[in-house]
T-cell receptor, first 113, second 114 residues
Framework: DQQVKQNSPSLSVQEGRISILNCDYT??????FLWYKKYPAEGPTFLIS?????DKNEDGRFTVFLNKSAKHLSLHIVPSQPGDSAVYFC????????????FGDGTTLTVKP | DVKVTQSSRYLVKRTGEKVFLECVQD?????MFWYRQDPGLGLRLIYF???????EKGDIPEGYSVSREKKERFSLILESASTNQTSMYLC?????????????FGNGTRLTVT
């Protein structure tokens, strides 16, 4: 039973447009959600996070939206740049078991110049 | 800057060999983790540790063990390597167990078992 799902394996957008990456989860005990970005031959790097008491968190070009009732979150990148091309992982944690992160399968984003 | 170093980028081992994957972090982090990444399966947690000498099983511990003798070092051991353990292995650390404390990853070790 996969508790965190990223249903789109890949996404292609034009430079300057918006990229929207989606993530769904099933475990209602998840309280924190984090996005990581991974380039080939490198480990994932932390991008942005949101706690379940919020519905939006913004950091520069990156915004994460959380819809707790739908158990859905999304990462918006505006404007998209070619350097954003990478694999994006959604991860979720429970507040009282925060050492463990459950990851989705990842979405490969390609931003075309 | 935060640094997690995995000793090997690529390893090729034979079935039945004992394999050691080493990970060192220089951030004085309490928590360390081993994940494996496979296409279509994302990152799956193998083992983690909240302190020296301490270890906890993750979601897929079968066929693996770990060692944490020093705070900065966390080793993953494949007791008898099998072909289904061919994968990308990622070590990570974090400063606290708070929910928004991010993981810091190494660059990974791609292990091939033949």
């Amino acid at each position: 039973d996969q508790q965190v799902k990223q249903n789109s394996p890949s996404l292609s957008v034009q430079e300057g447009r918006i990229s929207i990456l989606n993530c769904d989860y099933t475990n209602s005990m998840f309280d924190y959600f984090l996005w990581y970005k991974k380039y080939p031959a490198e480990g994932p790097t932390f991008l942005i996070s949101i706690s379940s008491i919020k519905d939006k968190n913004e950091d520069g070009r990156f915004t994460v939206f959380l819809n707790k009732s739908a158990k859905h979150l999304s990462l918006h990148i505006v404007p998209s740049q070619p350097g954003d091309s990478a694999v994006y992982f959604c991860a979720a944690r429970e507040a009282f078991n925060a050492g463990k992160s459950t990851f989705g399968d990842g979405t490969t984003l390609t931003v075309k110049p | 800057d935060v640094k997690v170093t995995q000793s090997s980028r690529y390893l090729v081992k034979r079935t039945g060999e004992k394999v050691f994957l080493e990970c060192v972090q220089d951030m004085d982090h309490e928590n360390m983790f081993w994940y494996r990444q496979d296409p279509g399966l994302g990152l799956r947690l193998i083992y983690f540790s909240y302190d020296v000498k301490m270890k906890e099983k993750g979601d897929i511990p079968e066929g693996y063990s770990v060692s944490r003798e020093k705070k900065e070092r966390f080793s993953l051991i494949l007791e008898s390597a099998s072909t289904n353990q061919t994968s990308m292995y990622l070590c990570a650390s974090s400063s606290s167990r708070q929910g928004n404390s991010p993981l810091h990853f190494g660059n990974g070790t791609r292990l091939t078992v033949t």
